[in-house]
């Protein structure tokens, strides 16, 4: 059965661990409203990294909101995830969407996520 949990053990922490995504990203997956960078991690599952700025969303209630969102997706499909660090991103504001449409949208970037990552260890061997 999975866990369904969301330990230390599945989270960016430190800001060098941000860093490092953001500086040598092994691929980069777009989506209209979201970005997700990914980076080979030394885990043995994936974490998530989250960089929601005031400056896309100024309210703290959207901010967190969106967050909340994105952490539970990420615990339903972390199972199915490779090990990557994955750190996502605003490209754009989110007033628009409903919480559903968002759902949508973060579940379409993990299947890239995992569908990129099996393409470059393919092309490796």
């Known amino acids: 059965m999975t866990k ?3 330990p230390k053990a599945k989270r960016l922490l430190k800001p060098a661990e941000f860093k490092s995504v953001f500086n040598q990203p092994l691929f980069k997956v777009h989506q209209t409203h979201f970005m997700a960078f990914a980076y080979d991690a030394d885990q043995d599952q994936a974490r ?3 960089a929601i700025t005031k400056k896309r969303i100024p309210t703290a209630v959207a901010r967190n909101t969106i967050k909340r969102i ?3 997706q990420f615990r339903h ?3 199915g ?3 990557l660090d994955i750190v ?3 490209k754009k504001t989110t007033k628009e969407l409903s919480n559903d449409q968002m759902r949508e949208e973060i579940d379409d970037l993990l299947v890239k996520i ?3 990552r099996r393409r ?3 092309t490796s061997n």
């Open 81 to 83: 995830l490779p090990a």
């Open 48 to 50: 998530l990294g989250m």
């Open 120 to 122: 470059i260890l393919a």
């Open 114 to 116: 995992t569908a990129k």
């Open 4 to 6: 369904y949990c969301y």
């Open 88 to 90: 996502f991103i605003l």
């Open 70 to 72: 994105l952490r539970e």
């Open 77 to 79: 499909k972390h199972s």
